[in-house]
């Protein structure tokens, strides 16, 4: 029955070529539409360590000033990143199972023969690789016993080592960053977490760093942050000393917890050294520490942001114009050929028969429009790569890699396929089954 | 003129289908038509603004010592030198950062030592080429002068201020209001003072999306190279930037082996790159609202035709007794336009309770109500363009046909 329906349906087709043209065209540019908008906005949502999300916790203690927030648009949000002095006591604490402070900054690295290289380093503490489950290439990360005092080791990516040691294992290795001799201890491999949640400073699509260096160098080589650094109090702060004994906040801290109770004693010493502090004359804010895991994190700090959410509102709308135009079409086209429904009807076809039989005309309709859409979308993402990876625009941001198609692309053109059916083809079907196929019989 | 609303009405009531999904589609593209079109001139007024700047005719230089040897006073002589030696080069200044870039520094001004500071900054340390290297106009005061360039900060005096500063217009108005804000003096957080010298208008900071993106002042001091290297920004006559800007490049990058180059780029790319959101988001709301229009347009097209062609024998009717060919015209013009205006009236509240809710939930300003006038206008008008076909093929028909047992 199948078989003689998908006949007549192409029989259709073929009795009105325009319309049905017109019909497979709206449907697919509505669907094109929306693959595309939600398949960057699936890409800036996700969450790159979900399987961590109930583990990691950002850190962050409000020590901002008393006579404004952090963010003025956000006036309930503390500052993202943390003073040093702050860091350092979480830095120390036992209760997290593992825990990271860092920043980033502009270092050169020489010494391997080839040019000079611009790196970004991650300025960081040897729990990084384990917790954010970073994968290696070669050897490791450090240990903790490198952190303080900080021993001259670095870990490099995968880029990094390609560029300067043409992808071989590089372990071992000795090699100038900020011309001082640092041996490489592991080589990442290919590590691109999406958004780069880490760390949001700077695009939050933007490539993991270049280099990893015990944190504590930072201080002892007096390096400042290439990612913000923000001070409110009117102190004044002439060296490195004064620096980071100052309110200026700099530095990111996550902590992994294991489990409820780890964290409830995390947040009772975050409260308690808030405490201590607010006595001897700090933290003017009223007390807002806290543990935000990664979705939150996310959330927060407005990874997908309002031209996103207002563009996918945009794609819907879209498809419900192009939906509402194919069932105008489609009542249109059924109801014109009500008369060779009629003697069907009257041949003894049932009505739950003709709706079916339309239904499968539908069915096909979406069908074909769900893949020129796919093929639309595909198009469109890549016209849009394009257009951000034209004049280099690409390194920073890397707005450009969110275009591209994933299951996820796929998943939706084949339900958006299915709803554009159901809504497109139920009522032109059933009205055209209802009707009494007696008045089509007679002047004919 | 008669435009026999009535019959028409009663002929649309009992096949009410067609034409209420057509006024459905009107409705959204309607509602979609108005706010996306005002946001996309929101945006365009926002890459629009005045920059103050010649920013077609600059590019930046960024490079870093990386060894013990490599000095920051000399190596910024030397290259000065060259870069303002080279022909087809109007100016060039070291800077701390780069202006529309989203990079930079920023820090509060007070007029009264010790008081808080509401308002950020944004600052670039240049030296008296500065305001021609970028292009600045100087509006009131005078410029700086090459014995009032101060050192570069050190990991010592972090905190130094200096002694004069020049404003923007905007930064000026902020701080003194109406007063003439030339040689009144403005201290920052920890009350150190400097003289306001000159005033520079239009300017702008680092930070397009900012609320605030013309509050910005100069200092006249070398640039520290505590921020990831030294920057330099180079003008160049018009026409001659691409070619300075390679020689240059090949200069910097062999003639000191202490340092490294980071990169040497127009500060169009900065520019564009900032407002990379901005034009995309304008770009792709204007395609799909135009693809919306041209769904919709089809859509009444394709009703129109549908109703001519059921109704064939009706016009022949109508012809055969009397009425005239721009009777029938008119008849269907009519038809679409009550459609049209049905779905326009819905349209309306939809546009306005879409601009509502995206100012409340998105803090997008309010939907301004021109647009919708334009909108709605629009709207009819493509109603009627696209009904004009249909209904001239409707007059075509003969009367003959009534006569005709189908």
């Given amino acids: ?444 | 003129m008669n435009l026999h609303i009535r019959p028409i009405m009663s002929a649309l009531l009992r096949n009410r289908t067609g034409a209420v999904l057509v006024a459905l589609q009107v409705a959204i593209a309607l509602a979609v038509l108005v706010n996306a079109l005002y946001i996309v001139m929101q945006r365009m007024d926002k890459m629009g603004r005045p920059t103050g700047m010649d920013v077609g005719n600059i590019f930046v230089i960024q490079s870093a010592g990386f060894t013990a040897r490599f000095n920051l006073k000399s190596s910024i002589q030397d290259d000065l030198a060259y870069l303002r030696g080279l022909p087809g080069v109007i100016a060039a200044t070291p800077t701390n950062a780069i202006p529309l870039s989203g990079g930079g520094s920023s820090q509060g001004l007070v007029t009264v030592p010790g008081k808080h500071s509401t308002d950020t900054f944004g600052y670039y340390e240049v030296d008296e080429q500065g305001l021609d290297a970028l292009g600045l106009h100087l509006v009131a005061g005078r410029n700086f002068r090459h014995d009032e360039i101060e050192p570069p900060i050190t990991t010592n005096d972090a905190s130094r201020f200096v002694h004069n500063v020049i404003m923007s217009r905007a930064t000026a108005e902020q701080l003194f209001g109406k007063q003439n804000p030339l040689g009144k003096t403005v201290y920052d957080s920890i009350g150190q003072g400097a003289t306001v010298i000159g005033i520079v208008d239009p300017a702008m900071n680092s930070w397009v999306d900012s609320d605030h993106a013309d509050f910005v002042f100069y200092m006249p001091r070398v640039t520290s190279a505590l921020y990831g290297g030294v920057r330099y920004m180079v003008r160049c006559r018009p026409g001659q930037r691409d070619v300075v800007l390679r020689l240059a490049e090949a200069h910097l990058a062999t003639s000191n082996p202490d340092r490294v180059m980071h990169f040497v780029r127009p500060m169009t790319y900065f520019r564009d790159l900032s407002y990379l959101g901005d034009r995309s988001m304008g770009i792709y709301l204007l395609t799909v609202t135009g693809l919306m229009l041209a769904v919709t347009c089809l859509g009444i097209f394709a009703l129109a035709t549908f109703n001519v062609a059921t109704r064939t024998k009706q016009i022949g009717t109508r012809r055969a007794v009397g009425a005239r060919r721009s009777d029938v015209v008119r008849y269907f013009l009519v038809e679409n336009g009550v459609i049209t205006s049905a779905g326009i009236l819905l349209g309306c509240v939809l546009a306005l309770a879409t601009g509502y809710y995206l100012s409340v939930q998105y803090a997008l300003p309010r939907l301004d109500l021109y647009y919708l006038v334009g909108g709605v206008l629009l709207l009819w008008i493509i109603g009627q363009v696209a009904a004009w076909q249909p209904a001239r093929r409707a007059a075509g028909v003969p009367p003959s046909v009534a006569t005709r047992t189908v």
């Fill in chain 1, 1 to 444: 029955m199948l078989g003689y329906y998908t006949h007549l349906a192409f029989r259709s087709f073929g009795r009105n070529p325009g319309i049905t043209a017109l019909m497979v065209l709206a449907i697919a540019l509505g669907i094109a539409v929306c693959i595309m908008t939600l398949t960057v906005f699936h890409a800036m949502s996700g969450n790159p360590i979900w399987w961590k999300n109930d583990r990691l916790y950002a850190v962050t203690m409000d020590n901002w000033d008393p006579n404004q927030s952090f963010r003025k648009k956000h006036p309930d949000l503390p500052p993202p990143i943390m003073t040093y002095k702050d860091a350092r006591v979480v830095a120390s604490s036992d209760i997290p199972e593992r825990k990271i402070i860092m920043y980033t900054v502009e270092a050169t690295l020489s010494g391997v023969g080839a040019a000079p290289l611009r790196t970004d380093t991650r300025m960081t503490t040897g729990d990084f690789f384990a917790m954010f489950d970073v994968p290696f290439l070669y050897g490791t990360g450090w240990s903790k016993s490198a952190d303080n005092p900080p021993q001259p080791v670095i870990v490099l990516s995968r880029k990094t080592n390609d560029t300067l040691f043409g992808g071989t294992n590089s372990v071992g290795r000795v090699l100038r960053w900020n011309d001082h001799e640092f041996r490489v201890v592991g080589v990442l491999d290919d590590w691109f977490p999406r958004p780069h949640f880490y760390d949001l400073i700077g695009g939050a699509f933007q490539p993991p760093e270049d280099a990893y260096v015990p944190f504590a160098w930072g201080p002892a080589l007096e390096l400042q942050s290439s990612g913000d650094t923000d001070c409110w109090k009117p102190e004044t702060i002439n060296n490195e000393a004064d620096f980071l004994a100052s309110e200026c906040v700099w530095i990111q801290t996550w902590v992994e917890l294991p489990d409820r109770a780890t964290r409830q004693r995390m947040q009772s010493f975050l409260d308690n050294y808030w405490a201590d502090q607010h006595r001897a004359g700090r933290f003017p804010r009223p007390r807002d520490n806290r543990l935000t895991n990664v979705a939150k994190w996310l959330r927060d700090n407005q990874v997908v942001d309002n031209d996103n959410r207002v563009l996918v509102g945009l794609a819907f709308a879209f498809l419900a114009v192009c939906l509402i135009n194919t069932v105008g079409l489609l009542l249109a086209k059924f109801l014109n050929a009500a008369p060779v429904t009629g003697v069907r009807r009257a041949l003894g076809a049932s009505r739950r028969q003709v709706f079916l039989q339309h239904l499968v005309e539908v069915a096909m309709l979406s069908v074909l429009g769900a893949a020129l859409g796919f093929g639309l979308a595909t198009l469109g993402l890549a016209a849009v790569h394009h257009m951000y990876a034209a004049a280099h625009l690409g390194h920073r941001g890397g707005y450009q890699e969110l275009m591209h198609f994933d299951t996820v692309g796929v998943f939706w053109a084949i339900a958006l396929a299915i709803v554009a059916t159901l809504a497109a083809g139920l009522y032109p079907a059933w009205r055209v089954g209802r009707m009494p196929p007696a008045v089509y019989l007679k002047s004919q």
